[in-house]
């Protein structure tokens, strides 16, 4: 029985084989299975003994029988793996749920925002105000030169990540993740909360290093802080999924109601270069690198953990094998933008859902998740750049729908409907009861 190391299983096997084992057991550093398999410039391959591969848990247990000296008896059998493990199912249905969520809040508060503008421009008779510039509270518009480097910025994250990937680095994005998973938590139960306690929302006191906060605010953070924190000491449970996913549910949504794409221009440069930055680190990464970089970093292979923390996961249910399924944050959250900025369009242009782009913008988005999943099954779990499907297929619907309907021009530069100021309304209403007058 030796542990999975980082030599060749073939290098494993004949070791054990030239030292007369009748098998070879390799306990993986993973809670999960993987397919081994040969180097494709490998040859020493004559190997006549069983090798087999344990996931952690189960040759933790087996350690721990031997060095109690109990009988130990070992079975070799290969289970059938499902076609589709129903986990996939719950991951797709969450990654829909979550950008569906977000997409709605952030054209709730577009709308209200809007209506806002246009009573105060209304309320304001002795001058008229420039709008052009009025920009909502809180709201964060990316241009494409942001678009272009927060590829850029990713890129030299990721490759810090897998240079560096080590289990205090992991310690460090488990930090990272929990003050924005509080933050994300908190967002969302103050804004779902105030429905019901206005005045709590509305009434603040000032409080030192972080300002004006509401006592709503005040009464939901120690809550989200404890939930954080008891999801960081247990996360190494079996359960700690859960929290993980709660936490990184409400930070996506979070960040897709602040950050906006103010138009198609700017949507299709970031899912271009996003597209561009999945497949180079997923694909061609493993030419430069020997191992594909992104997989490596999301599997947390060289940190001892099981994965960073900046995914939603979902454990296989009735896979033999272990394991989980997951789904990186960028998945959701660059597609969600684009998704979100169609909702809100569709809401200031007073379209209907079937004539807008939103319903056919979130189809899309679940058909290429949906082949993302069909792709990786037919690749063996091989790992798959999930937006190398997502984006043709979200971005493609989007374009081809405004050609299409001649609202192409007005969603790639202004990105909202043209809405008459209040004001040039009121004057020309003015100017003809003074003609009429006349």
């Not at 029985?1 to 390799?26: E, P, W, Y």
């Not at 310690?171 to 019901?196: M, P």
């Not at 940190?303 to 296989?316: C, T, Y």
């Amino acid at each position: 029985m030796v542990d999975r190391g980082h030599c060749k299983f073939t290098t494993k096997a004949n070791n054990a084989q030239a030292a007369h084992a009748s098998a070879v057991l390799i306990i993986n550093n993973q809670k999960e299975l993987y397919k081994m398999v040969c180097e494709p410039d490998e040859t020493d391959l004559d190997i006549h003994i069983p090798a087999v591969m344990l996931p952690q848990d189960a040759g933790a247990s087996l350690e721990k029988m031997l060095t109690s000296n109990s009988s130990v008896s070992v079975q070799l059998y290969s289970p059938r793996r499902p076609l589709v493990d129903i986990a996939e199912v719950f991951l797709w249905l969450m990654a829909v749920g979550t950008i569906l969520c977000a997409s709605y809040w952030s054209a709730w508060t577009a709308r209200e925002a809007a209506i806002e503008q246009d009573k105060l421009l209304k309320d304001a008779s002795d001058e008229i105000p420039d709008t052009r510039h009025v920009v909502s509270g809180g709201i964060v518009d990316v241009n494409t030169t942001s678009a272009v480097l927060f590829v850029v910025v990713a890129s030299c994250f990721l490759l810090m990540l897998y240079k560096l990937m080590s289990y205090w680095f992991v310690e460090l994005l488990v930090v990272l993740f929990c003050i924005g998973g509080v933050e994300g938590l908190q967002t969302c139960l103050v804004a779902l909360l105030s429905r019901w306690f206005k005045r709590a929302g509305q009434s603040y006191i000032k409080v030192p290093f972080f300002g004006a906060l509401s006592y709503l605010t005040l009464a939901v953070s120690p809550f989200c802080i404890a939930f954080a924190v008891v999801w960081a000491v247990y996360r190494n449970f079996s359960f700690a999924w859960i929290g993980q996913d709660i936490l990184g549910i409400a930070l996506i949504i979070t960040v897709l109601q602040i950050v906006h794409v103010p138009n198609l221009k700017v949507g299709t440069v970031l899912l271009s270069c996003a597209f561009l930055y999945d497949i180079f680190w997923v694909f061609i990464s493993k030419k430069l690198f020997h191992e594909s970089v992104m997989i490596v970093v999301a599997r947390g292979d060289k940190s001892g953990e099981d994965g960073i923390p900046m995914l939603l996961k979902i454990p296989r249910m009735f896979d033999p094998w272990g394991g989980y399924s997951i789904i990186g944050f960028g998945d959701i959250l660059l597609p969600g933008l684009l998704i979100a900025f169609s909702l809100r369009y569709d809401w200031l242009a007073n379209k209907t859902l079937q004539a807008g782009y939103f319903l056919w913008a979130m189809i899309a988005y679940g058909l290429g998740l949906l082949v993302t999943y069909v792709a990786l099954n037919l690749m063996d779990g091989h790992g798959q750049p999930a937006l190398l499907y997502i984006v043709p297929f979200t971005l493609g619907t989007f374009l081809t729908l405004g050609r299409k309907r001649g609202d192409l021009r007005v969603l790639w530069t202004r990105g909202e409907p043209e809405r008459p100021c209040p004001h040039i309304r009121l004057e020309h209403e003015h100017s003809e009861e003074l003609n009429d007058e006349k």
